[in-house]
């Protein structure tokens, strides 16, 4: 047996006592121990994690001889718990870590006080990185700040915008919600709203089978127009560069006053056109 490593078992990330240990035999690998102990059946079981060498492995790389502790650790599954996995993960290797350390402290000589108080020092620094590389999840969504009915609203309701963002890739056939290419506005004619949004679909050549908006297709809406741009297309049905300003929607013009001025773009950057709508 190769006394020097060992694989960790952690069956509760939030109980660091509850680990099993197991010895290993000389050049065997991963997926070659998970085998003679039954790991596979564990590992479906549960949504397990492998950290080898301070990373986490996929299943494709469990082919490694083992020369160094391996740590198995089964994530808690269900709702929101106001902690990060990877965090847990990524202490579970530091501790690891600083029992690896243990061993060649003593053979160096140093007392057991002095490396208590380095393995503390350790542990205390890494765990403050840990939380700053890996942060804690927000607050749930009713913690956040109430927002208008969106009754007289006829912006999307399920479409994000994320601009500058990366641009998907769709594989397969899927029902997605693509994101805003561009932002969104409104204008008014004729005491009638309009709404202009232009989508992302994704890189590439996209098939559209069914556009709908929310359960009900678009054919079904005589008021809507679409249009489909290919890759290197222009949009033809509207403007797509428009820059909003809130600030200066919803006054009321009933007084005799003056309103404004208010900045209509950015210095540096020329428009072609500016609008406004009085109702």
């Given at each position: 047996m190769n006394?020097s490593f060992q694989?960790h078992?952690?069956?509760?990330?939030f109980?660091?006592?509850?680990?099993?240990?197991y010895?290993?035999?000389?050049?065997?690998?991963i997926q070659?121990w998970l085998?003679?102990?039954?790991?596979?059946?564990?590992?479906?079981?549960?949504?397990?994690v492998?950290?080898?060498?301070?990373?986490?492995l996929?299943r494709s790389?469990?082919?490694?001889?083992?020369e160094d502790?391996?740590?198995?650790?089964?994530?808690?599954?269900?709702?929101?718990?106001?902690s990060?996995?990877?965090?847990?993960?990524?202490m579970?290797?530091?501790?690891?870590?600083?029992?690896?350390?243990t061993?060649?402290?003593l053979?160096?000589?140093?007392s057991?006080y002095?490396i208590?108080?380095?393995q503390?020092?350790?542990?205390?620094g890494?765990?403050i990185?840990?939380?700053?590389?890996f942060?804690?999840?927000?607050?749930p969504?009713s913690?956040?700040?109430?927002?208008?009915s969106?009754t007289y609203?006829?912006?999307?309701?399920?479409n994000?915008?994320r601009?500058r963002?990366p641009i998907?890739v769709?594989?397969?056939?899927?029902?997605i919600y693509p994101?805003?290419a561009a932002?969104?506005?409104?204008?008014y004619?004729?005491?009638?709203?309009?709404h202009?949004?232009?989508?992302c679909?994704?890189q590439?050549q996209?098939r559209?089978?069914n556009?709908?908006?929310d359960?009900?297709?678009?054919e079904n809406?005589?008021?809507?127009?679409?249009e489909i741009i290919?890759?290197?297309g222009?949009v033809?049905?509207f403007?797509?560069?428009?820059v909003?300003?809130?600030e200066?929607?919803?006054?009321d013009m009933t007084d005799?006053?003056?309103?404004?001025?208010y900045?209509?773009n950015d210095?540096g950057t020329?428009i072609?056109?500016?609008?406004h709508?009085?109702?």
């Amino acid at each position: 047996m190769n006394d020097s490593f060992q694989v960790h078992w952690l069956n509760n990330p939030f109980d660091y006592s509850d680990v099993t240990h197991y010895p290993v035999a000389p050049n065997q690998t991963i997926q070659q121990w998970l085998d003679n102990n039954g790991g596979l059946e564990r590992l479906n079981q549960m949504p397990t994690v492998c950290v080898y060498k301070n990373r986490e492995l996929m299943r494709s790389e469990y082919d490694q001889i083992i020369e160094d502790h391996v740590c198995f650790i089964m994530m808690p599954t269900g709702g929101d718990s106001g902690s990060n996995p990877l965090a847990m993960v990524a202490m579970l290797a530091l501790t690891v870590y600083t029992g690896g350390l243990t061993s060649g402290w003593l053979k160096a000589g140093h007392s057991a006080y002095a490396i208590a108080g380095a393995q503390t020092a350790i542990m205390a620094g890494g765990a403050i990185l840990i939380n700053a590389v890996f942060p804690p999840p927000g607050l749930p969504n009713s913690a956040g700040s109430t927002q208008g009915s969106p009754t007289y609203s006829v912006s999307a309701q399920g479409n994000s915008a994320r601009l500058r963002g990366p641009i998907p890739v769709n594989y397969g056939r899927m029902r997605i919600y693509p994101d805003f290419a561009a932002n969104p506005y409104s204008e008014y004619e004729s005491n009638e709203q309009y709404h202009y949004q232009l989508f992302c679909i994704g890189q590439g050549q996209n098939r559209l089978t069914n556009v709908r908006l929310d359960n009900t297709s678009i054919e079904n809406f005589a008021e809507a127009t679409l249009e489909i741009i290919p890759p290197m297309g222009t949009v033809t049905l509207f403007h797509t560069a428009v820059v909003l300003a809130p600030e200066a929607g919803g006054q009321d013009m009933t007084d005799p006053i003056t309103l404004g001025p208010y900045t209509v773009n950015d210095s540096g950057t020329q428009i072609s056109l500016t609008a406004h709508s009085v109702h």
